[in-house]
C-alpha cells in the first residue's frame, strides 16, 4: 500500500495567515494527490483534486501543488471556517489511501 | 446538486453482518463516469477506503478488507448497498458514502477523487 505521509500532524495560525501542510507518498503517484477538508461531524469535502485542481465552489485562496512523491497545500490567507483538519489522498493505485490528518486551529 | 444518504443499523453484534445502503438523489447511479464509494473513519482516525462499485456493478475492494465484503448495486431504486460480514470492535466507525469520479488514464477509466459524500453513519459493533 502508499503510505501518505502528512505535515505537521497540528498546527496553530492566526486569522490571516498563510499556512502550508505538505504530503509525501511512500512511492510515485505522479499527480493523482487530492485534498479534502473535514469539520467536526461533517463529512469531507473536497477541495483540490488531480494535485492542483481547485473544485468548483471552493474559494481561490486554496490552492495545491506537487507532483510525484511532495505535495502541498496552500491557504493563502486563513479565514475563521479554514480551521478545521485537512487530508490529502493518493489516487494512484489501490488500496486508496489518506494521510492521517492535520489539524488546523486558532492561535 | 447530487445528494447521497446512508441508512442501516447503527450497532452490529460481533460475528454478525453489517449491513448499510447508500440512496443518492439529484442524479442517476446509471451514469457513467461514476464508481460509488464506501469510506469509513474510525473514532478521532483518518480515513480509510473501503471499496468502489460502478453501475454494471464491477467491484472494487480494499485487500485488507476484501473477504468480508460484498456491495452490490439497485440501479431502479437509485441506491448501492455494502454489506460486511464477521465484523469486529474494529469495525466501529462512521461509514461515508461518496461519489467518485473517473477518468481516463493510460486507456483506463481510473478514479481520480470523490466529490460529494454522504453526511456518514456511526455503526458500532458490540455486544
Known amino acids: ?107 | 446538486q447530487v445528494h447521497l444518504q446512508e441508512s442501516g443499523p447503527g450497532l452490529v453484534r460481533p460475528s454478525q453482518t453489517l449491513s448499510l445502503l447508500c440512496t443518492v438523489s439529484g442524479g442517476s447511479i446509471s451514469s457513467g463516469g461514476f464508481y460509488w464509494s464506501w469510506i469509513r473513519q474510525h473514532p478521532g482516525k483518518g480515513l480509510e477506503w473501503v471499496g468502489s462499485i460502478d453501475y454494471f456493478g464491477n467491484t472494487y475492494y480494499n485487500p485488507s478488507l476484501k473477504s468480508r465484503l460484498t456491495m452490490s448495486v439497485d440501479t431502479s431504486k437509485n441506491e448501492f448497498s455494502l454489506k460486511m460480514s464477521s465484523v469486529t470492535a474494529a469495525d466501529t466507525a462512521v461509514y461515508y458514502c461518496a461519489r467518485g469520479i473517473l477518468v481516463l488514464r493510460s486507456s483506463n477509466w481510473l478514479l481520480s477523487h470523490f466529490d460529494f459524500w454522504g453526511q456518514g453513519t456511526l455503526v458500532t459493533a458490540s455486544s
Open chain 1, 1 to 107: 500500500d502508499i503510505q501518505m505521509t502528512q505535515s505537521p500532524s497540528s498546527l496553530s495560525a492566526s486569522v490571516g495567515d498563510r499556512v502550508t501542510i505538505t504530503c509525501r507518498a511512500s512511492q510515485d503517484v505522479s499527480r493523482y494527490v487530492n485534498w479534502y477538508q473535514q469539520k467536526p461531524g461533517k463529512a469531507p469535502m473536497l477541495l483540490i483534486f488531480t494535485a492542483s485542481t481547485l473544485q468548483s465552489g471552493v474559494p481561490s485562496g486554496f490552492s495545491g501543488s506537487g507532483s510525484g512523491t511532495d505535495f502541498t497545500l496552500t491557504i493563502s490567507s486563513l479565514q475563521p471556517e479554514d480551521f478545521a483538519t485537512y487530508f490529502c489522498q493518493q489516487t494512484y493505485s489501490v488500496p486508496y489511501t489518506f494521510g492521517q490528518g492535520t489539524k488546523l486551529d486558532i492561535k
